[in-house]
């Protein structure tokens, strides 16, 4: 006797396919496997409708019939076509193809890890080349000794030294947040990968971030407190806002005008998908430019995986560094967004090129163009609407700013 559960797919055609299944997991394990969205179906047990949440009992049969009208097997045929990538391959790279009479394929191309290392380095060369992203003659990386930055500080430079006119150089902040006096890990790698590429680097202390910001403290003190705060949420984004400020800084005092983030297409995709959920304008991509500096994102359109692959392609190994503090770590919403993103990344490969695409004609086209706004208090300049507030402590202030002055950290003796 067979005890098993038994999963029956009934498409279009009323023809069962059986999904291999197991006791006790659930019917929406089976559909995930089988790259069937959840959304898609009815399932049914003896007729009756059960959700694709049920654990699957032995000797039950599950019915799951499609009620969205499209062809869900041509799709599914999609991911599932076998190819031998070879013994020698580190990276599958996939691409979503749409044909003139509409057919969609999914182009692979199996790299080694030399071939990996050549393709990175090309995407970073035609994404400089095809939105103009240096138009000065000398960039700061924004290092922060993750593999984001260093993958592509190292690109840089070895662009760099194909051309007689760019200098790349990078800043690296220590974090402000820390109370160890020695510098921390991922700043120790810094330093060292700058040194051995023979790259300038600017380090900014924890003293300058308080100085820059006008606190009266420390950032040790305020991120200790906001752990106990309603703001204790904003803890990640409040770290980035101050990397990002003290990245200006120091491109103000040297006199750089462009700074390039190693933010990839995960960042590019999460950031857009929390656009259109909320509203909230992300702007240009992948250049951006405030005031008299310029952001550009030359990694925008690579994988943090294909990013992991290159450093260790052209270093010998993976950055493996502990994050400085758990409030690092992205909140439950940021989470969610970045994991989508890889998902959608996943089942649409190439989609990075076409979000990129879309979102460039939108802000191409808006009336006015992209108004920004600097912060009163610590010079941040940023998105008019992200300086928008209902009776701010501070007038003119951002987010950022508001949330010190509320705690009481603003000394406005001094700032």
């Known amino acids: 006797m067979d005890t098993k559960p038994r999963v029956l797919l009934v498409g279009h055609d009323d023809e069962p396919e059986p999904l291999d299944a197991t006791t006790d997991e659930s019917l929406s394990d089976v559909l995930s496997r089988n790259r069937i969205p959840a959304a898609s179906i009815i399932a049914t047990v003896d007729g009756e409708p059960v959700t694709d949440a049920v654990s699957l009992d032995p000797g039950t049969e599950y019915r799951v019939r499609l009620v969205e009208g499209y062809d869900l097997d041509s799709v599914r045929d999609l991911y599932d076509r076998p190819d031998d990538p070879g013994s020698a391959a580190v990276h599958t790279h996939r691409h979503v193809s749409f044909a003139s009479d509409g057919t969609v394929g999914i182009e692979r191309t199996h790299l080694t890890l030399e071939e990996l290392v050549t ?241 460039a004609r939108r802000t191409h086209d808006e009336p006015d163009g992209e108004a920004f706004a600097s912060c009163a208090n610590c010079g941040k300049t940023k998105q008019a609407q992200s300086l928008t507030s209902t009776g701010p402590p501070v007038e003119g202030s951002c987010r950022v700013c508001e949330i010190l002055e509320s705690l009481g950290y603003l000394d406005h003796g001094t700032s």
């Not at 600017?202 to 300058?208: E, L």
């Not at 400020?245 to 005092?253: D, S």
């Not at 006199?255 to 990839?264: D, K, S, V």
């Not at 560094?321 to 439950?332: D, F, G, I, P, Y």
């Open 119 to 359: 393709h990175v380095e090309s995407v970073v060369r035609e994404t400089l080349e095809e939105y103009d992203l240096l138009a000065a003659d000398s960039v700061l990386v924004g290092l922060s000794g993750e593999v984001d930055s260093t993958a592509l500080l190292i690109a840089l430079q070895r662009i760099a030294d194909e051309r007689s006119d760019l200098t790349v150089a990078a800043a690296t902040v220590d974090d402000p947040w820390r109370r160890d006096a020695d510098p921390s890990v991922a700043v120790e790698y810094a330093t060292e990968l700058a040194a051995e590429l023979g790259v300038e680097l600017h380090t900014v202390s924890g003293t300058v971030a308080e100085r820059v910001y006008g606190i009266d403290g420390s950032f040790a003190d305020v991120f200790d407190r906001l752990s106990q705060t309603e703001y204790d949420e904003y803890a990640a984004a409040i770290g980035d806002h101050l990397i990002t400020r003290l990245l200006e800084h120091v491109a103000t005092r040297e006199g750089f005008e462009t700074i390039a983030l190693g933010a990839h297409a995960s960042d590019l995709v999460a950031g857009l998908l929390k656009s259109f959920a909320s509203g909230f304008d992300v702007g240009a991509f992948p250049t951006r430019t405030f005031g008299e500096l310029t952001y550009v994102y030359p990694a925008a359109l690579l994988s943090k995986r294909e990013l992991a692959l290159y450093h260790y392609g052209t270093r010998g190994e993976f950055v493996e560094h502990a994050l400085s503090a758990e409030w690092t770590m992205q909140s439950n919403e940021q989470t969610l967004y970045r994991y989508l993103a890889d998902q959608l990344l996943t089942y649409w490969p190439g989609i990075e090129y076409w979000l990129l695409e879309g979102n």
